[in-house]
């Protein structure tokens, strides 16, 4: 499980740089100003989608620890009930604050 995750993010790392460098490229070949602004919607699209997906990744790993410790504890003490569901909220968190940020970059569109 950790190697697939630990390829998974260097193959995210590999694709965001080699974007970039094709994006630069791009934009001092084209060298006008439409070509430039265009050049950069699309790195704000791109870095609003990385945002809401790194966002809802990191998410999902830790409601689905938490949600196991919690349903751990529960089944153990019931009355760790709304702290359980209390940390799992927090972990949901995560995912929303990816969404307000690709919001943010999206309006700069």
């Given at each position: 499980m950790r190697k697939v995750?630990?390829?998974?993010?260097?193959?995210?790392?590999?694709?965001?740089?080699s974007l970039g460098?094709?994006?630069?490229?791009e934009e001092a070949a084209a060298g006008d100003a439409q070509a430039a602004a265009a050049s950069q919607?699309?790195?704000?699209?791109?870095a609003a989608a990385l945002a809401v997906g790194l966002a809802a990744a990191g998410a999902g790993f830790a409601i689905g620890?938490?949600?196991a410790a919690a349903l751990g504890a529960i089944s153990e003490k019931p009355e760790m009930m709304?702290?359980?569901?209390?940390?799992?909220?927090l972990a949901e968190?995560?995912?929303?604050?990816?969404?307000?940020?690709?919001?943010?970059?999206?309006?700069r569109i």
């Open positions: 995750m630990a390829l998974g993010i260097v193959l995210g790392i590999a694709m965001v740089a460098i094709a994006f630069a490229a919607k699309g790195m704000y699209a791109i620890h938490t949600g709304t702290w359980g569901l209390i940390i799992v909220a968190g995560i995912a929303l604050y990816g969404l307000i940020i690709s919001f943010m970059l999206l309006t």
